[in-house]
């Protein structure tokens, strides 16, 4: 199987639904692809409302794609499929977290590229640890011009998606020597602190491979 290459398009996959104002509109379904006509005025749009309100307004069924807690399977199956050896958490918050379970994905013939790990937080927030090796030719493209943040000495990008009821779900994902890192949370700007709540998370994880 050729190298797997991840494209990383945290503002794409999603289709306009008209409104009178950026700020007012709500994006659902799939919509144009990177380069497709109409893609750079519908994603001009969508970093016009991002950068008034600081996330994405999305419909709500929307939000089921981020469901992971009904894809994680136990997790001593799941790291025997990886192609890597992910990274330890001691001593990072993520020990304080209910371990739920975890998630594989990204198949070559040496293994899987991608592991995910889901945990339940103290509120009842659904938070997720993903790795993606790039060691085998995986590779993260971003198309996005804002969101981006500074952490662990490296580019971050934070993204943030909300339904109009305020359920929402929040990223922050960053490349780090051979791995790429996303954490996520299911909760979106109204939740309070969910930007610091990511960097906290982000900066607890320990830097050497166990």
């Given at each position: 199987m050729s190298a797997l290459h991840f494209r990383v398009l945290a503002?794409?996959?999603f289709a306009l639904v008209h409104?009178?104002?950026a700020a007012q509109l709500v994006v659902c379904g799939l919509g144009?692809?990177?380069g497709s006509n109409g893609f750079e005025s519908w994603n001009n749009k969508v970093e016009l409302q991002?950068?008034?309100l600081g996330y994405l307004s999305i419909c709500e069924q929307n939000l089921d794609r981020y469901r992971f807690e009904d894809k994680a399977k136990d997790d001593k199956a799941v790291i025997q499929k990886l192609s890597f050896i992910p990274h330890g958490l001691d001593g990072s918050v993520f020990k304080s977290f209910r371990f739920l379970g975890s998630i594989a994905d990204g198949f070559s013939d040496k293994g899987a590229s991608m592991y995910r790990r889901v945990y339940r937080g103290?509120?009842?927030e659904l938070i997720t640890l993903q790795e993606?090796?790039?060691r085998d030719?995986?590779?993260?493209?971003?198309?996005r011009r804002d969101g981006m943040i500074r952490i662990r000495n490296s580019d971050a990008l934070l993204t943030i998606?909300?339904?109009p009821s305020g359920k929402g779900h929040s990223e922050l994902s960053w490349k780090e020597g051979s791995t790429y890192f996303e954490i996520t949370i299911d909760r979106g700007v109204n939740a309070g602190r969910t930007k610091a709540r990511l960097i906290v998370m982000a900066e607890s994880l320990p830097r050497e491979r166990r």
């Open positions: 503002s794409t996959a409104q009178l104002s144009p692809l990177p991002r950068s008034q103290a509120g009842g993606l090796s790039l030719g995986a590779g993260v493209t971003w198309n998606v909300q339904a």
